[in-house]
């Protein structure tokens, strides 16, 4: 078959390799401008550079709604399409161009976790699993039929970085399966469960800010989800932020007000959470590891040399 590709960063440069990889024809691909946007600039991976190497034509765009991109798309004489974190809407006569539709890889559990950052939301929210899903695009965002679909667990400690690593190696062989299947007609494509689906937005760093009233379970999964290299989970100290960088749900149940900086536990220091917190029945979030704006990291029990105070959501 020949295949056109629409992707961007690492998800998308694994697609194109298995593309390559493949034995099927990539006519064309195209990607993104390189962006300043924080979570853009984690897993970069350039999809452009890939396929400059292999001698494939490269376009770069931000949208794919032009004429001439749509005129450039044709005339590759695409079989299929296959897409993979491409970051805009695509219009339907793209899509529905090549015989075989487009083939979209997305990195959730379809119908839950359409949309931006999958994995990260997935863990705040303490589900038990993550995964890629292969399915065709029709007009509305991640709900076409699925194709293929395959899952990771989420483990107590799992973070979003090693949670990626795990789902990342997933695109290769499905991207390969799933040609072998559409280019043998043996493929059945399985409807969504649209009752199952949701839907999220873009993470920007105001998704990383710490509230307080959160109980301590779901303030840690944040912190899991906020892993290094991604914006980690943030609160500010007498003023000036202070990511979290370690952290796990106290032992004992504390009471109070959420964000008082209260007692050391064990390796670490009690911060109160939760919104029931003055109940004196709630874990609190038991910082480890903390680093400030300049990129010094921190054991908590030497940062917090004295107790009291306040941990804030703003200055």
């Given at each position: ?182 280019a043998s007609g043996a493929g059945t494509w399985v409807p969504q469960n649209r009752s199952e689906a949701s839907f999220f937005h873009k993470r920007s760093l105001e998704d990383s800010r710490i509230d ?104």
């Amino acid at each position: 078959m020949r295949v056109v590709m629409l992707g961007y960063q690492t998800w998308g440069h694994r697609t194109l390799q298995a593309l390559l990889d493949s034995g099927h024809e990539v006519a064309l691909v195209i990607t993104h401008p390189k962006s300043e946007h924080a979570y853009e600039k984690i897993w970069d991976d350039d999809v452009a550079e890939l396929a400059e190497k292999h001698d494939v034509p490269v376009l770069l765009r931000n949208r794919p709604d032009d004429a001439e991109l749509l005129d450039a798309i044709a005339a590759a004489r695409p079989d299929l399409i296959v897409a993979n974190n491409w970051r805009t809407w695509l219009p339907p006569e793209l899509f529905d161009l090549p015989p075989h539709g487009t083939l979209n890889i997305h990195d959730s559990l379809l119908p839950k976790y359409a949309g931006f950052s999958p994995i990260i939301w997935a863990l705040i929210n303490g589900e038990e699993s993550v995964g890629v899903t292969a399915h065709r695009m029709n007009a509305e965002l991640d709900a076409g039929d699925v194709l293929i679909q395959r899952s990771v667990p989420i483990g107590p400690t799992d973070t979003a970085t090693g949670l990626f690593h795990r789902t990342v190696d997933l695109i290769g062989p499905i991207v390969q399966e799933s040609l072998e299947l559409i280019a043998s007609g043996a493929g059945t494509w399985v409807p969504q469960n649209r009752s199952e689906a949701s839907f999220f937005h873009k993470r920007s760093l105001e998704d990383s800010r710490i509230d307080w009233k959160w109980p301590a379970e779901r303030l840690e999964r944040l912190v899991r989800a906020q892993s290094d290299p991604y914006p980690n989970a943030y609160a500010f100290h007498r003023g000036e932020r202070l990511r979290i960088v370690e952290a796990a749900v106290s032992e004992a149940r504390y009471g109070g007000t959420p964000g008082r900086i209260f007692i050391r536990e064990g390796d670490g220091v009690v911060i109160v959470a939760g919104a029931d917190a003055f109940n004196g029945r709630c874990p609190g979030l038991l910082v480890r590891r903390v680093r400030t704006d300049d990129g010094t990291e921190y054991a908590a029990t030497e940062y917090f040399r004295t107790m009291g105070g306040y941990l804030t959501s703003h200055p």
